[in-house]
């Protein structure tokens, strides 16, 4: 008896190992994949920028001299506004930057399952690729505003591809994905700022930063321990999102709460793919999370293109520039702690985080028209607190979508669901550039 428990002992201790390996490459994975999806787009707007900078002072080099200098006295040499503006000369960038995406975030949803994940992937590498090398070696402004579109393409079918492919893996990996995502924009812009502030030009960065395609590829086919319910390269012969029952088995860790386990499951899991109108009926129920999620954005995306510029303090020993630097670097800040936070707390209510994230919009409209605001640190304080709500909102929707989904129709819900935070940035874009105009000519 005591040679037979030695001999059924050992076995048992192999799968806790075997498992608790294959739970940290996901999670890895995933934090990597978010990372890398976030981190061309980031940095590749920012180079875009630089480039527009670098074309358009090549037909208004003669002006540069005298606009600085009537910059340093706080006022926009153009219109002769209280506010140091800048002319809107980036939204053709921005317009680039959302469209794409949202159009691909209505549309996709609906055909994206004939497309396996392994070329999916591959696409969207390609795409980030090719987005780095078009805005390096770009000689005239639509060559970089092209540039823009890959980026948005392949990051916005990379966003509802890899929400949907979640669903395939125990449900912390969610958080870690958010968490990715959020460092992104820190990492991403850090980067950037650090290779050029050392000397190297736009274009040997962006060429250094080819590595980051690259780095998803090998996230996801090397790292990720893909399950054998999800082929790779080939069409699925049903539209159901759930993981088979051992799949699953092996790769949840036990860890999740009991109200996690108790998803709308099993009895839910039928053959055939989704019809339209279930497709519409599913649309249907996700519109208590897509609104709140959308609203966010708006606000969130209305304060950084159409008021963050605007909140300057001319006394003070940081530049316009560097506060508007140091405005974007602690949003990113927040964006990164509120989307890491899923393993630590979680929010129900988006109603109110959406609330909230309005609040501080009207809040800084009227700090923006009337000047009250006394210091440059509590706008700090201000954009941190915008970067935890949004980014809270974000991985608190998709982490209530995956828990109330049934197993059928969740991984199209995790894709479609995706539209609204580009949907609420859109919108905002929208708002913003008559908002700003005003100020301007004030």
């Known amino acids: 008896m005591e040679q037979t428990a030695s001999v059924s002992a050992e076995p048992v201790q192999r ?3 075997d498992g608790t390996c ?3 490459r996901n999670r890895s994975g995933f934090w990597l994949l978010g990372l890398c999806n976030n ?3 980031v940095v590749m707007l920012s180079a875009a920028h630089d480039i527009l900078q670098k074309q358009e002072s090549k037909n208004g080099t003669s002006t540069t001299t005298a606009t600085s200098a009537v910059e340093l006295q706080g006022v926009n040499s153009s219109n002769g506004s209280r506010y140091d503006c800048n002319p809107v000369s980036t939204a053709a960038v921005l317009l680039a930057d959302i469209l794409p995406t949202l159009f691909i975030k209505l549309s996709a949803p609906f055909v994206i ?3 396996p994940y392994g070329f999916r992937v591959l696409f969207c590498a390609i795409m980030a690729a090719i987005s780095f090398l078009l805005v390096s070696f770009s000689s005239a402004v639509w060559m970089s505003i092209l540039g823009v579109i890959f980026a948005s393409v392949g990051a916005g079918l990379g966003e509802l591809s890899f929400l949907s492919l979640t669903v395939y893996f125990s449900r912390d990996v969610l958080g870690y994905w958010g968490s990715g995502t959020g460092g992104a924009g ?6 950037y700022s650090v290779l050029t502030q050392a000397g190297l030009s736009p274009q040997v960065t962006l060429l250094i930063m080819l590595v980051v395609p690259v780095a998803m590829l090998l996230s996801y086919f090397l790292l990720l321990v893909v399950p054998p319910s999800l082929p790779q390269w080939s069409v699925r012969e049903t539209e159901s999102t759930a993981v088979g029952s051992e799949d699953r088995r092996a790769l949840m860790d036990g860890s999740e709460d009991e109200g996690e386990e ?7 899991r039928t053959t055939g793919p989704l019809a339209f109108t279930e497709k519409l009926h599913v649309i249907k129920g996700l519109l208590r999370f897509v609104v709140p999620l959308g609203l966010v954005y708006f606000a969130e995306y209305f304060i950084n293109q159409g008021l963050m510029e605007l909140l300057y303090f001319p006394k003070l020993f940081l530049s316009h520039a560097e506060q508007y630097r140091w405005y974007q670097t602690l949003y990113q800040v927040g964006v990164l702690v509120s989307r890491s936070s899923l393993c630590c707390v979680k929010i129900r209510n988006l109603w109110a985080l959406s609330v909230l994230q309005v609040v501080n919009a009207v809040l800084l409209l009227f700090a923006v028209r009337f000047q009250f605001l006394p210091s440059v640190w509590l706008v700090f304080v201000i954009v941190l607190y915008e970067g935890l709500l949004g980014g809270a909102a974000y991985v608190n929707t998709f982490y209530f979508i995956s828990l109330e989904t049934g197993d059928r129709h969740r991984e199209f819900a995790m894709a479609a669901a995706s539209v609204g935070d580009s949907l609420g940035i859109a919108l905002a874009g929208l708002t913003a550039f008559p908002v700003h105009r005003y100020f301007c000519s004030l």
Do not use: I, M, N, R
């Open 113 to 115: 399952h004939k497309l």
């Open 15 to 17: 799968p806790d190992t």
């Open 262 to 268: 108790k998803s709308p499951a099993a009895e839910d």
């Open 39 to 41: 981190f061309a787009y």
């Open 22 to 24: 294959t739970q940290w």
């Open 186 to 191: 820190v990492a991403g812009a850090l980067l």
